[in-house]
């Protein structure tokens, strides 16, 4: 770790999109370096790469062009009123991710069925929508690469358990002619992911550990009614950023997990509304070219803070010249 930290403290200015992992950095920096710190940079020494190192924090977020052409388009319009009148008088959840541990898709569904468990009559009253893009998952290993086949297997048990999950659920709460989990191991279209997104009334995005939560940013531009609310876990990258937009949680916290979707499916308070409007708000404005320009600005403004500390040390003195 100390080799690990002091390479990356040999650059003159590192990034962070997240206000945590910078102060994680820089609690890093004075445990195991023992250098001292301040609240925005890390002063020249032996130990800190010989420079002075600046921290900042940058939010990272997403090009919202495509999504933007793409909510116009005829094909998403269509589809968005045919997922009306499939879901017509029920409340749609929905959660899109990669076949992946850290996704934490089993807390989810466990999170769901211990909320169905205490408000039994809201089965009927909603659609919880998983979608978990393919990937290759479902396709069988030939391979010999002993990483890859740990990591097929570990995916496939995944799989299993999920599967058992959804069954017990669907098996319990549903009827002839409605299941409260739809469970879909496929790849879909962008114009489709944007059209469930632009309906669904709660999105769940709680990773276990993530760096940015991709879906939750979709989510949030895709709204353009309000009517939406997101549930996002404390451990993801974007849980500084897009707390105020909305229901944070613990994903490991099961009851309180049942407790939040359940708030988010019976909300009635206009404060809803109000964290959808922000969160719609935040995305357009803090996009990936946003990220960049002000990254880019902060090199800037590193590079000059440098030259000037630069012109301020003085000239090497040469002892083979009298002194006059």
């Given at each position: ?29 004075i445990h ?137 659920v669907n ?71 897009l707390r ?81």
């Amino acid at each position: 770790r100390e080799e690990i930290l002091r390479g990356v403290l040999s650059s003159n200015i590192v990034g962070f999109h997240n206000f945590e992992y910078m102060q994680q950095f820089l609690n890093s920096c004075i445990h195991i370096l023992g250098l001292e710190c301040s609240s925005s940079c890390i002063e020249a020494c032996e130990d800190a790469g010989g420079t002075t190192t600046k921290v900042v924090t940058v939010p990272l977020g997403i090009n919202i062009a495509p999504y933007q052409q793409l909510m116009a388009a005829e094909t998403t319009r269509n589809r968005m009123a045919e997922l009306e009148k499939t879901f017509i008088g029920k409340k749609l959840l929905v959660a899109v991710d990669r076949l992946e541990e850290k996704k934490g898709i089993p807390h989810k569904i466990m999170a769901f069925h211990k909320m169905l468990q205490r408000n039994p009559e809201l089965a009927s009253e909603c659609v919880y929508l998983q979608i978990v893009e393919s990937s290759g998952s479902n396709d069988e290993y030939t391979g010999e690469d002993e990483q890859i086949q740990a990591y097929y297997n570990d995916t496939q048990r995944l799989l299993t358990q999920v599967y058992q999950m959804v069954g017990e659920v669907n098996s319990k709460f549903g009827t002839i002619g409605h299941l409260p989990i739809h469970f879909l191991l496929q790849d879909f279209s962008k114009s489709d992911i944007v059209a469930v997104f632009a309906k669904a009334h709660v999105m769940i995005d709680t990773p276990l550990r993530d760096v940015l939560s991709r879906s939750a940013h979709e989510y949030l531009f895709c709204q353009e009614d309000g009517h939406g609310t997101l549930i996002l876990s404390e451990f993801s990258g974007s849980a500084h950023s897009l707390r105020a937009a909305s229901i944070t949680v613990n994903p490991w916290a099961t009851l309180e997990f049942a407790d939040a979707i359940l708030q988010a499916l019976t909300r009635e308070d206009l404060d809803f509304v109000e964290l959808q409007r922000y969160g719609h708000k935040h995305v357009q404005e803090y996009t990936l070219k946003n990220w960049a320009t002000n990254f880019l600005e902060e090199l800037q403004t590193t590079e000059r803070e440098l030259e000037s500390e630069r012109l301020q040390i003085p000239p090497q003195l040469d002892h083979a010249k009298p002194v006059a």
